[in-house]
């Protein structure tokens, strides 16, 4: 296997490369860079989702970088501005020792002025939303008459937003004998247009498109009723609290009602989509990035390409309507060699969508069960205990307090003590809210309490099994206890007015 060193790469970029750890190239980066560095050809490079794709365009196209020529040398296009920032992102680092190069991302949202202000100096290259590129090309911000380089990262994506005319716009300024790579895990149709269109024979480097999902992506699917899927997903998360993901829905609207269901019942949730503004997707990139969040509610489009580190789930609220977008959502997790599980909710009539999936895809499915409560419990009981087991008090305690511990509970049987302490621990857990599932399924005369799912789970509104009471393992209440903590006034997430809320409402729209 080839080592960076052997693809050519400069000694300034290897340097970059060993401090960020990157060991060995993969096997799209192997393939492509040398071509890169040294073919005058465009390149199309199909790869799986996570292998490092803006490595395997953006370091060759660092080292061609003529420092000593002012001229905007070379642009990459890509779909939203989240995946145009990450792009500059990694530029920016990968040309740290190239100080001579110059990187700069303009997208819409930002203050177009500073933008402005920033390409009066020379930018080498220039990564750009489609949209915000044309409003500066216009102003004469942006010239791309001595362009060499073109990359379109997710170039599907910027077609099914509706970029085509700004994207032949956009060429339109540029010169003929520039060079386009295209980068991108999946073919679909759009693709093969855009090669058509705008690319001279382009040399294909494709690895492992027999499979273009990601291998290290365990895939499952649920199958739970439309009105169950919000708690489905409760369950999910309550059942592993080291889960990081995003979770799919496939309008604005549905994102921003499943991200204020979440938030209501305190879980650190926040939507990602299209109708907020720069600044609040920032924030909640930023916030999701910084683990302060653990689960990001997003539409295919405004999650597309994004790289958060250690994601270990991707969810399909509800499955994309094209196979492609299976891809790249469940792409999210799985990265740099990672693994990763993605989780369909289906209806019980969509069964045949998984079959085209795995046929379609290459892939495997798994059918799975959504966590019962008593499982919940269990795996918070089990955790706890092994903590319990791990902590080490020696030193940690002044002795009286033991001794003066010891004495309160002397009547008391080791039994007698490890319940107490168990019911304590799980009224300070917090696991699930106000659930109101197993009403419903009372009141539709199926499951309810005693149903292999249900049991253990009193109700609110009838009191279920008492009010904290907890009759053993099996028995742990736990919509009793949240009914304590009082309920959080609705919040709308960051970014969404009420007013755009109800807009929504009016008018279910395709994000
Ligand atoms: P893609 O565009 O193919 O989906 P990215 O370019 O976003 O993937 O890269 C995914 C992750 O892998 C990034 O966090 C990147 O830093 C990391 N990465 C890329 N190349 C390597 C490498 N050779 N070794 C280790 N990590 C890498
Ligand atoms: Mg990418």
């Given at each position: 296997?080839?080592?960076?060193?052997?693809?050519?790469?400069?000694?300034?970029?290897?340097?970059?490369?060993?401090?960020?750890?990157?060991?060995k190239?993969?096997?799209?980066?192997?393939e492509?860079?040398?071509?890169?560095?040294?073919?005058?050809k465009?390149?199309?490079?199909?790869?799986?989702?996570?292998?490092?794709?803006?490595?395997?365009?953006?370091?060759?196209?660092?080292?061609?970088?003529?420092?000593?020529?002012?001229?905007t040398?070379?642009?990459?296009?890509?779909?939203?501005?989240?995946?145009?920032?990450q792009?500059?992102?990694?530029?920016?680092?990968?040309?740290?020792?190239?100080?001579?190069?110059?990187v700069?991302?303009?997208?819409?949202?930002?203050?177009?002025?500073?933008?402005?202000?920033?390409?009066?100096?020379?930018?080498?290259?220039?990564?750009a939303?489609p949209?915000?590129?044309?409003?500066?090309?216009?102003?004469?911000?942006?010239?791309l008459?001595?362009?060499?380089?073109?990359?379109?990262?997710e170039?599907?994506?910027?077609?099914n937003?509706?970029?085509?005319?700004e994207?032949?716009?956009?060429?339109s300024?540029?010169?003929?004998?520039?060079?386009?790579?295209?980068?991108?895990?999946?073919?679909?149709?759009?693709?093969?247009?855009?090669?058509?269109?705008?690319?001279?024979?382009?040399?294909?480097?494709?690895?492992?498109?027999?499979?273009?999902?990601?291998?290290?992506?365990?895939?499952?699917?649920?199958?739970?009723?439309r009105?169950?899927?919000?708690?489905?997903?409760?369950?999910?998360?309550?059942?592993?609290?080291d889960?990081?993901g995003?979770?799919?829905?496939?309008?604005r609207?549905?994102?921003?009602?499943?991200?204020e269901?979440?938030?209501?019942?305190?879980?650190?949730?926040?939507?990602?989509?299209?109708?907020?503004?720069?600044?609040?997707?920032?924030?909640?990139?930023?916030?999701?990035?910084?683990?302060?969040?653990?689960?990001?509610?997003?539409?295919?489009?405004?999650?597309?390409?994004?790289?958060?580190?250690?994601?270990t789930?991707?969810?399909?609220?509800?499955?994309?309507?094209?196979?492609?977008?299976?891809?790249?959502?469940?792409?999210?997790t799985?990265?740099?060699?990672?693994?990763?599980?993605?989780?369909?909710?289906?209806?019980s009539?969509?069964?045949?969508?998984?079959?085209?999936?795995?046929k379609?895809?290459?892939?495997?499915?798994?059918?799975?069960?959504?966590?019962?409560?008593?499982?919940?419990?269990?795996?918070?009981?089990?955790?706890?205990c092994?903590?319990?087991?791990?902590?080490?008090?020696?030193?940690?305690?002044?002795?009286?307090?033991?001794?003066?511990?010891?004495?309160?509970?002397?009547?008391?049987?080791k039994?007698?003590?490890?319940?107490?302490?168990?019911?304590?621990?799980?009224?300070?857990?917090?696991?699930?809210?106000?659930?109101?599932?197993?009403?419903?399924?009372?009141?539709?005369?199926?499951g309810?309490?005693?149903?292999?799912?249900?049991?253990?789970?009193?109700s609110?509104?009838?009191?279920?099994?008492?009010k904290?009471?907890?009759?053993?393992?099996?028995?742990?209440?736990?919509?009793?206890?949240?009914?304590?903590?009082?309920?959080?006034k609705?919040?709308?997430?960051?970014?969404?007015?009420?007013?755009?809320?109800?807009?929504?409402?009016?008018?279910?729209?395709?994000?």
């Amino acid at each position: 296997m080839a080592s960076f060193k052997d693809l050519g790469l400069s000694e300034e970029i290897l340097k970059v490369l060993v401090e960020l750890g990157f060991e060995k190239p993969t096997d799209i980066q192997a393939e492509s860079i040398p071509l890169l560095l040294e073919k005058n050809k465009d390149l199309i490079g199909l790869a799986q989702t996570g292998t490092g794709k803006t490595a395997a365009f953006g370091l060759p196209l660092l080292q061609r970088i003529d420092p000593n020529n002012k001229a905007t040398q070379a642009l990459v296009l890509a779909p939203t501005r989240e995946l145009g920032q990450q792009i500059a992102e990694q530029l920016h680092t990968f040309s740290k020792y190239q100080t001579k190069v110059s990187v700069l991302a303009v997208y819409g949202g930002a203050a177009i002025v500073n933008q402005i202000k920033a390409l009066r100096k020379p930018q080498h290259v220039i990564i750009a939303t489609p949209g915000r590129l044309i409003d500066l090309i216009k102003r004469k911000a942006v010239k791309l008459d001595e362009l060499q380089y073109l990359v379109l990262d997710e170039a599907d994506e910027m077609l099914n937003m509706g970029f085509k005319e700004e994207i032949d716009k956009i060429l339109s300024y540029t010169p003929d004998d520039k060079l386009t790579w295209l980068f991108s895990a999946t073919m679909p149709d759009e693709i093969k247009r855009i090669v058509r269109k705008y690319m001279d024979q382009p040399i294909e480097v494709k690895v492992n498109t027999k499979n273009e999902v990601n291998a290290n992506i365990e895939h499952q699917y649920i199958v739970v009723r439309r009105r169950d899927k919000e708690e489905a997903l409760l369950r999910i998360l309550d059942s592993d609290p080291d889960i990081r993901g995003v979770v799919f829905c496939r309008t604005r609207l549905d994102t921003q009602d499943l991200a204020e269901f979440l938030m209501r019942r305190k879980y650190r949730a926040d939507a990602l989509h299209g109708d907020m503004s720069q600044a609040q997707r920032d924030k909640v990139m930023k916030r999701f990035k910084a683990k302060s969040l653990q689960v990001l509610i997003a539409t295919d489009v405004a999650a597309r390409g994004i790289d958060v580190n250690d994601l270990t789930h991707v969810f399909h609220f509800t499955l994309p309507d094209q196979n492609a977008y299976y891809t790249h959502r469940s792409g999210r997790t799985a990265r740099a060699g990672k693994k990763g599980v993605s989780i369909a909710f289906i209806g019980s009539s969509d069964q045949y969508k998984i079959k085209m999936l795995q046929k379609k895809l290459g892939i495997k499915f798994e059918a799975k069960e959504i966590p019962s409560a008593e499982d919940i419990v269990a795996k918070a009981v089990e955790k706890w205990c092994h903590e319990v087991l791990e902590t080490k008090t020696k030193g940690k305690l002044d002795e009286q307090l033991i001794e003066q511990a010891n004495m309160l509970f002397g009547n008391l049987s080791k039994e007698e003590l490890t319940a107490k302490v168990l019911l304590n621990e799980l009224q300070k857990l917090n696991i699930g809210s106000d659930r109101d599932l197993n009403d419903q399924l009372k009141q539709r005369g199926e499951g309810g309490r005693g149903s292999d799912r249900d049991r253990g789970r009193g109700s609110r509104r009838d009191g279920g099994g008492g009010k904290n009471k907890y009759k053993g393992k099996k028995k742990f209440d736990r919509s009793g206890r949240s009914s304590k903590g009082g309920k959080k006034k609705n919040k709308y997430p960051e970014g969404f007015s009420k007013d755009a809320k109800n807009r929504y409402k009016k008018k279910k729209k395709k994000a």
